[in-house]
């Protein structure tokens, strides 16, 4: 973890050992060596989520400040040091007393993060998303919608000529700059489940879309690679539209058909099913195909409790009791 040593981790792990599990933040402040884990060290573990399990505080909470203008975690600090000195003079006296009574600091409020900057906060101190990732909210577009994925994205300039390409993802990267005839260009990062690709805009793409170049927006795009009618060794991306996905990903899935099985169609489905629909009401229509492999025959039925919201939660209940579904 970037900003973390061996000897911050070392003092952390040698602590618990010796006496146990931390118990909250200032339990820990209280324990661990704060000469060899710092204030540096101790930033960077709150931002990579390391004590998201001590309830009395947020990630946010470490870099709020106090009425007084100190930001928290040097408040956390001073308290730590404070704490370790005093038992370390009631050790060493006359009477050889352990306790030690310093009120705690009162912990600041602060503004939640948006799941975006939490999680590239993350991705900077680790490398990897942990806690989750910034894309999950756009599974089902990504997934289902989108009919080509950012790696495939150079390759579909040889073998997609001509067919109508949606991709979708978080701009991750933007640059501008002119041509040889000084003619303004765009390039835009996208990066979806499967990696990352770069976009060109010139000409009328980078006057529509430039707006969309933006670290951080979620969109999907619709294009096509075709040949430049001169040199149709010269094929280019053509972009029909972009949407920001945050505005349109709640009418993107417009229904969902379940094949199952007549023999799998029991109480346990039934009701895992129902709970699952009832928990995420939603735009997206709901349809049965019940199938008696034996007999072959089937039916389809529709839901008449509403509609409900498809979700990536669905989505891996359905492929862990492999039932087959199809989108739209």
């Not at 300039?157 to 260009?185: M, S």
Request: glycine share 8%; hydrophobic share 35%.
């Amino acid at each position: 973890m970037k900003g973390v040593g061996r000897g911050a981790v070392e003092a952390i792990v040698n602590e618990r050992e010796q006496n146990g599990p931390f118990t909250g933040i200032f339990d820990f402040v209280e324990r661990v060596n704060l000469t060899a884990c710092n204030k540096k060290n101790i930033e960077a573990l709150s931002l990579a989520g390391a004590f998201d399990n001590f309830p009395e505080v947020s990630r946010e909470q470490f870099f709020a400040e106090n009425p007084k203008g100190e930001v928290f975690v040097e408040t956390l600090i001073r308290y730590g040091n404070k704490y370790q000195q005093d038992k370390s003079s009631a050790m060493n006296s006359l009477f050889g007393s352990f306790e030690v009574e310093i009120s705690k600091p009162e912990i600041p409020k602060a503004e939640p993060w948006s799941n975006i900057e939490r999680l590239n906060k993350e991705k900077e101190l680790v490398g990897i998303y942990l806690s989750s990732h910034p894309l999950d909210e756009h599974y089902m577009a990504l997934n289902y919608v989108c009919n080509l994925g950012m790696k495939d994205f150079e390759e579909a300039k040889t073998n997609r000529i001509n067919q109508e390409l949606i991709i979708g993802g978080i701009v991750t990267n933007y640059r501008e700059g002119f041509t040889r005839n000084d003619k303004p260009f765009g390039i835009l990062k996208l990066e979806d489940f499967t990696g990352s690709g770069e976009i060109p805009l010139f000409g009328k793409d980078f006057i529509d879309y430039g707006k969309y170049g933006r670290p951080h927006i979620y969109l999907m795009i619709k294009g096509a690679f075709t040949p430049n009618q001169y040199n149709p060794n010269n094929v280019n991306f053509r972009i029909t539209s972009i949407q920001p996905l945050n505005e349109i990903k709640e009418n993107l899935v417009k229904k969902i058909t379940l094949s199952i099985p007549l023999y799998k169609l029991d109480d346990a489905i039934i009701t895992e099913l129902s709970s699952l629909i009832k928990n995420n009401p939603g735009n997206s229509a709901l349809y049965f195909k019940i199938e008696d492999l034996e007999k072959q025959l089937s039916v389809s039925l529709a839901a008449e409790n509403g509609k409900f919201r498809i979700n990536k939660e669905i989505v891996q209940y359905l492929e862990k009791e492999e039932i087959e579904f199809e989108i739209n």
